[in-house]
């Protein structure tokens, strides 16, 4: 009989806890593994156009010359085009700048005169020449693109 035991006693299993606090853990591992997963790819497969305006500006100079500059960054995951970019002036008259000749893009657009802004890259629009405007008035600046629209307004000031 004293052999018996001593056999029972060297055959030693998991424990019901141990094997619930392992089944626990893989299940939480495989949980965390599959939201990864599931987030990452609803990520990869949204694609959104989030157009933000990071700075504009509006100066006026003793001369008379108006000052405008507008930046501009593509926070999303899907190309957006630049449709025109108006100012409001004092007399409420909508101006796009980005079709006037003062009008300087950088980087250039391409040869199409398409303005594009890729997911990840910003462009600074800046606008030289003679718009109504009076310093210290504030003034709304629209930025539309082939996705939606953004606006700031923004205080003349002077340069």
Not at 138 to 149: E, F, L, N, P, R
């Amino acid at each position: 009989m004293k052999s018996t035991l001593s056999y029972e006693r060297k055959r030693k299993a998991v424990s019901t806890m141990i094997a619930t606090l392992i089944l626990i853990g893989v299940t939480a591992a495989m949980g965390s593994f599959i939201y990864w997963y599931a987030t990452s790819y609803a990520k990869s497969m949204s694609r959104i156009s989030s157009i933000t305006i990071t700075e504009a500006k509006i100066s006026k100079t003793s001369t008379g010359t108006t000052n405008v500059l507008v930046s501009l960054r593509n926070q999303g995951t899907t190309i957006a085009e630049l449709i025109n970019v108006t100012i409001y002036d004092d007399k409420e008259t909508p101006i796009d700048i980005l079709s006037k000749n003062e009008t300087l893009i950088s980087p250039p657009p391409s040869q199409d005169r398409k303005v594009v802004l890729n997911p990840g890259s910003s462009i600074t629009i800046i606008y030289v020449g003679k718009l109504n405007v009076t310093l210290g008035n504030t003034y709304t600046i629209v930025v539309a693109t082939s996705q939606g629209a953004q606006q700031v307004t923004v205080e003349c000031t002077s340069s």
